[in-house]
């Protein structure tokens, strides 16, 4: 779809979509933002849009997901940066300390492992650690979705099975 095509399809519907992403939002001001995000991510992907597909549908999908991710994003924000109340106090005191030596040790060690699975199945996995969701790191290392997915876990077996021989090991010492 050229850029043309893209916009005169846009002008068709855009009303439609803005009364969506208001609904979505329930605020003017996140709705605009919503927008904007599903313009600029519709416009950078029309390539993967097929010709004779309900253009609308295909819109309202971007922005919903759109609209996921952001919440998504939001909530998990929000719980690492709660404001201390008496509510939550308990928790954050309760809480175990990440410098006991074997927290230490023990991330250490995970750091290893995770190090010594191959970097195609290395990447993705510390990037979805970092908190990013399949399709930002599909984005962002130009994969399909799919193909990360599968490297994850794939990952995430790998960690297991050396998890599995450490931790087959340790028993073994134990029991001698």
């Given at each position: 779809m050229t850029s043309n095509e893209f916009s005169n399809q846009i002008r068709e519907i855009e009303s439609s979509l803005k009364g969506f992403a208001i609904k979505l939002c329930s605020d003017k001001n996140a709705a605009e933002d919503l927008m904007q995000d599903t313009m600029l991510k519709?416009?950078?992907?029309?390539?993967?849009?097929?010709?004779?597909?309900?253009?609308?549908?295909?819109?309202?999908?971007?922005?919903?997901n759109s609209f996921v991710n952001r919440f998504r994003r939001k909530k998990r924000t929000n719980k690492l940066f709660r404001p201390i109340t008496e509510e939550n106090q308990h928790t954050i005191k309760s809480a175990p300390r990440r410098d006991d030596a074997d927290s230490v040790i023990m991330m250490k060690e995970l750091n290893k492992l995770i190090d010594s699975i191959p970097e195609i199945l290395r990447v993705p996995f510390r990037m979805t650690l970092e908190g990013y969701q399949y399709q930002d790191i599909s984005n962002e290392l130009q994969i399909p979705i799919g193909t990360i997915k599968s490297r994850i876990f794939y990952a995430r077996k790998a960690l297991q099975q050396k998890v599995g021989k450490i931790y087959d090991l340790d028993t073994l010492r134990s029991a001698a």
């Open positions: 519709a416009f950078k992907n029309r390539a993967s849009y097929t010709m004779g597909t309900n253009f609308k549908a295909w819109m309202t999908t971007i922005m919903y």
